[in-house]
């Protein structure tokens, strides 16, 4: 959908040094086992010492992340909240499905069921920020987070009026849940260091990653340096014209080609899905073309660490070269066009300017 | 969320629950007073004969027979199967040509994916050598699961969303399909959900002790906690414009429609109902309907002390001790959880049909801290407006519409 999000604040707990941006990259995090799991940050900072005692990694990390994207903003109760997850809160669900069976359904832990409901972030979110306006879940695996963003660019187009929603996303990497899809060779055999993923782009399997990405997105420009302006999700990308798209994007949008200064392609390493970004170097020259799986690891929601990376990069003026080794020149960073895919076979293509 | 001039009509309905499949077997039961609520004779847990559940009655193979799918297709999860079943009726009322050649979109919703068959195998996915078989089922967990697999079964190919939040799933989705119709992002959309019955919902629902062993009892002094329950319901969306031009019969107008969150707690709305009349009054000013013209309120109702006493004080506050007909129909069907939004619109839109107010069960004692009541009897009524509330955990409410044309 082509409705503007003007991003207000962008905040990410990711596998990198991204929650204080500053540190972003000094140096960047890869793991030798194949799986990238999220730096902590101090989540004591943003909950209180009652409420964090029972609470999971992953409604510390979402909880966190969102207030703080809320502060950046200069936010105290947002108009909506929504949220996408693959998998919701996967710690929880473990330990109450496991509780269940040893103890053959005796007396259990009900705070464990309450926090593996997928929405149970986003009602703490809203009782902490009192924001008592529209909130929504979004559980489409590889969509997931996409899908929060249209709901945003629906309401925008719903009003007028100035409006502050907070969207996010967040999933989790549990090495049970690494265990069991890797039954389904989800992942690299045997195992990679990270930061070699894509020299490893000619056999099955990717590497696994996990995060949080929360961001004010307003219908006013505000202080925004970024706004997204157009969004497609591809709910059958093996059978849809990825190129014809990304073409209708860049001539609704009044773009040629050339206009855009970084396309970041979430290339995850696995040679069975190369196929989505191949011959991008038709439309394309090959040297605007970047990489961010290697440093977020692949999720449902990695999406939410694209558009956080993006915003950055216009944020900043610097395309860093982890993300890509062929540049041959700095330019002035006027649009990114990110192309994501996931494991199941879903896609999605976001335009990003410079407010 | 401002009115557009395109009405968003409902043009079919397809359910299943423990009361059968099929709006009419719904309303017949109702009417007779036939309750779906009994010991679950397919689930198999150590509670059967403590709790009694609103269980779909056919087991996974009579699901599978009942669709048509070969005995041993592999990967039909129970909240996949009653999702298809719910699907496969509401194509009594539209070609599926209909379908498959416009611009569709699937909203489906449930909470827990495909726990009901994964809960039985999951120690054996730690296990280093998983058996083949089992392996097929690794990926159904995923709440988009069931969504996929309608659209494959039935070949569709729609843009497709997933929502998951707790008791107001459903509802939930007919909202975004909704304002997607208003968006022009799809011409048709099927809305709705499933929850099947599983040992992790029981034991969860038991863990946080807001389950009544026998029949609940809804806006009863006496309720005790609430029944679960499983089914699945979708409504087929559409512009009006649209329904008049193919010549589809018109069977409610969703009239409005609004989601707020409580900001109060995990669990519990806020006792004083200001969570339910805030959404109830946001969905009457989404409608341009005063107070008064509402007709029958089909109540979010889940018979916990919580629920019903925040709800109850709401209606009574928004109507001013005066409220319409209000029932709520979980003695029925049970709280049949992400399926319990469209699963009420769509016996709503059925009692608008059959000018029949829904009775609610159970009620012998009404509340000490209310002034109204539930009505406990059926009886006719022409009924214009209806509204049909449901309130989630995670404090996310949602309040729908249904108008006559």
Known sequence: MRQELFIQSAVAISPQLSFDRNNFLKPAVYQQNGKLFAVDIEYRNYISPVAIRRMSRIMQMTISTAMEALKVAGISSPDAIITGTGRGGVTDMEHFVKDMIRLDEGPMNPTQFIQSTYNSPNGWIAMQSTSTGYNQTYVHRGSSFELALLDAQMMMAETGEPLHILAGCFDELTEEYYFIRGKRDYWKKPAIPTNELYQHGDTPGTIAGEGTAFFVLSNRPGNAVAKIVDLRILYNAKEQNLHALIKNTLDEAGLAPEAISLVLIGDNGDSRQRAYYQDLTTLFPEDVLGRFKHLSGEFDTAMGFAVWLAEHIIRTGIVPEECQNNRKTESDIRHILILNHYILGTASILLMSRS | ?405
């Open chain 2, 1 to 405: 969320m401002s009115a557009a001039p395109d009405k968003i009509v409902v043009t079919a309905r397809g359910i299943i629950s423990s009361l059968g499949i099929g709006h009419e077997a719904h309303i017949a039961a109702i009417r007779a007073e036939e309750s779906g609520l009994r010991y679950p004779e397919i689930l198999s847990t150590r509670h059967a004969r403590e709790f009694v559940l609103g269980e779909v009655r056919m087991d996974n193979p009579g699901l599978m027979a009942h669709l048509g799918i070969p005995p041993n297709a592999p990967g039909y999860t129970r909240t996949t199967l009653l999702s298809m079943c719910a699907m496969q009726d509401l194509l009594k009322e539209v070609p599926l040509e209909v379908l498959r050649n416009g611009n569709l979109a699937l909203i489906n919703a449930n909470t827990v994916g495909g726990m009901s068959v994964v809960e039985n195998m999951y120690l054996s996915f730690l296990e280093e050598h998983t058996p083949e078989e089992l392996c097929q089922w690794l990926d159904t967990l995923d709440c988009a699961e069931s969504t996929e697999h309608i659209a494959r079964f039935f070949g569709l190919k729609p843009a497709m969303a997933t929502i998951s939040t707790a008791c107001s799933s459903s509802a939930n989705s007919m909202i975004v399909g909704a304002r997607m119709l208003r968006h022009g992002l799809a011409d048709f959309v099927i809305a709705g959900g499933g929850d099947a019955l599983s040992r992790f919902t029981l034991n969860g629902f038991n863990s946080l002790k807001n389950l009544d062993r026998d029949p609940c009892k809804p806006f009863d002094e006496h309720r005790n906690g609430l029944n679960l329950g499983e089914g699945a319901g979708y409504v087929l969306l559409e512009r009006e414009s649209s329904a008049l031009e193919r010549g589809a019969r018109i069977l409610a107008v969703l009239s409005g429609f609004s989601n707020h969150n409580d900001a109060y707690h995990p669990t519990a709305p806020s006792p004083d109902g200001s969570g339910a009349l805030r959404t109830m009054k946001g969905a009457l000013e989404h409608a341009g309907l005063a107070a008064s013209e509402i007709d029958y309120i089909n109540a979010h109702g889940t018979a916990t002390l919580n629920n019903d006493l925040a709800e109850g004080k709401a209606i009574q506050d928004l109507w001013e001790g005066r409220p319409p007909a209000f029932s709520s129909t979980k003695a029925f069907t049970g709280h049949t959880l992400a399926a319990a939004g469209v699963v009420e619109a769509i016996l709503s839109i059925g009692a608008m049909h059959s000018g029949w107010i829904l009775p609610n069960l159970n009620n012998s004692s009404p509340m000490q801290e209310l002034s109204i009541r539930a009505t406990i009897q059926g009886s006719s009524g022409n009924l214009k407006n209806v509204m049909s509330n449901s309130f989630g955990f995670g404090g996310n409410n949602v309040s729908l519409i249904f108008s006559k044309l």
